[in-house]
């Protein structure tokens, strides 16, 4: 007789949600599945820029685990993975669970790089964990209402995600006159890692938006008035926001799946990591060996789902695996909060109101294709 299979899938990112979602249709036999995340609810990254904009309600951006786990007759144990022994293939937890299996997925994302001091500081906000996000931003309405005189936001980050939130930030304050949101870059401009036509773009629409825009500006610290420079420029900020680049989340590490607490999981083109055949890891909290400098976005961990579900199916059937190969040209859609979104594939930009209808079209197939599941 054959045993039964435990696979356990940790963090329930993007590519663990699709392995649930393809459960509930067709389960891989003689396999017991358990989903192991922090919370119950957890929200789609791609619709919280709206979301904070005003333009999604809760329910159109958050996707329940617990009841896909419940359709998918998956067990679901709500806790946070601490440790894990590679000699017992177990895992514990903040609550005091062991969890063994034979495989396990390890999707449980990122989180955001901050100096030192900005831990404890009462202005600090951070977007990670992606769960906290709208608590956070809604009490920083509230401060920001109840503020006399000028109330400073400073977003610090060149990316997609603090164009994104400086600009979603303007448009929810806009009816407070005494608000004013700034964006810190290190770099010449924001999105200064694409093309030069879409940081234009970007930089046109903040200055549309009445985001103020310090380029040039490398944060390395905060004092009492705001964010300080590596060169000493300050400036007054009620509240720091930081949208700096993915910085791995300390589970790796103290799970022996990284070489230090810096690092990222590095794993094989299969998503299997370098440390175990019998661990793979997917989205932001891994490292394509073959691509090292892959940028941490949810597109990605999206694009691996596939490849993860072959590959766990082929890794329970002793079957060969196949490679994750990362798309040369993706389809990058920026949400401006201004009824448009911005559009880059290869080396095309553009912006306007189709952009955002094509981005909030795609996003809502995707929250449809997890939510439909279990709501109906
Ligand atoms: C505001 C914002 C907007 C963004 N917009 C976009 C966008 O439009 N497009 C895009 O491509 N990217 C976007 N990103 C980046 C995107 O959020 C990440 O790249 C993406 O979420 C990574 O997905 P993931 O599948 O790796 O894991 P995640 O989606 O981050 O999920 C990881 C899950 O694991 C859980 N978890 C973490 N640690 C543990 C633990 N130890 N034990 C148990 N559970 C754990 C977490 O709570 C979470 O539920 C945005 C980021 C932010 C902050």
Not at 125 to 145: F, G, T, Y
Not at 357 to 376: E, N, P, T
Request: with cysteine; aromatic share 6%; net charge positive.
């Amino acid at each position: 007789m054959t045993h039964r299979k435990r696979l356990i899938l940790l963090g329930a990112g993007n590519a663990n949600l699709q392995i649930l979602r393809r459960w509930c249709d067709s389960p891989i036999p003689r396999t017991d599945l358990t989903v192991l995340n922090d919370t119950a609810i957890v929200p789609y990254s791609g619709m919280l820029p709206g979301a904070i904009a005003g333009r999604y309600t809760s329910e159109d951006f958050q996707i329940d685990v617990a009841a896909l786990c419940k359709k998918a007759r998956a067990t679901f144990v709500q806790a946070r993975a601490e440790h894990m022994s590679h000699a017992a293939q177990s895992i514990e937890t903040d609550a005091a669970h062991t969890l063994e299996y034979d495989l396990l997925s390890i999707n449980v994302g990122s989180t955001t790089a901050a100096p030192p001091d900005a831990a404890n500081d009462p202005r600090s906000i951070s977007l990670k964990p992606l769960h906290m996000v709208e608590a956070r931003m809604n009490a920083l309405e509230q401060r920001a209402r109840a503020h006399r005189g000028r109330f400073e936001i400073a977003v610090i980050g060149g990316g997609a995600t603090a164009f994104e939130i400086s600009l979603a930030l303007a448009h929810r304050l806009q009816s407070l006159s005494h608000a004013r949101v700034s964006l810190w870059t290190s770099g010449n401009a924001p999105l200064q890692n694409h093309s030069t036509r879409l940081s234009k773009i970007c930089t046109r629409l903040l200055e549309k938006h009445g985001v103020q825009l310090y380029p040039r500006r490398r944060v390395s610290g905060m004092d009492e008035a705001g964010p300080t420079t590596d060169s000493g420029v300050t400036e007054p900020a009620n509240a720091i926001i930081w949208a700096t680049p993915a910085k791995p989340t300390p589970f790796s590490f103290c799970a022996g799946l990284a070489p230090d607490a810096d690092s990222f999981i590095p794993v094989h083109d299969t998503l299997q990591t370098i440390a175990s055949a019998t661990v793979f890891a997917s989205g932001d909290c891994a490292t394509l060996t073959s691509h090292p400098n892959l940028p941490k976005a949810g597109v990605f961990s999206v694009r691996q789902g596939p490849v993860l579900w072959d590959n766990l199916h082929a890794s329970l059937h002793n079957k060969p695996l196949r490679p994750y190969r990362p798309q040369p040209l993706y389809l990058f859609l920026l949400n401006t909060s201004h009824d448009s979104a911005v559009m880059q594939y290869g080396r095309l930009a553009l912006e306007g109101r189709w952009a955002m209808r094509w981005k909030d079209a795609i996003d809502r197939r995707w929250m449809h294709g997890l939510r439909d599941v279990y709501l109906k």
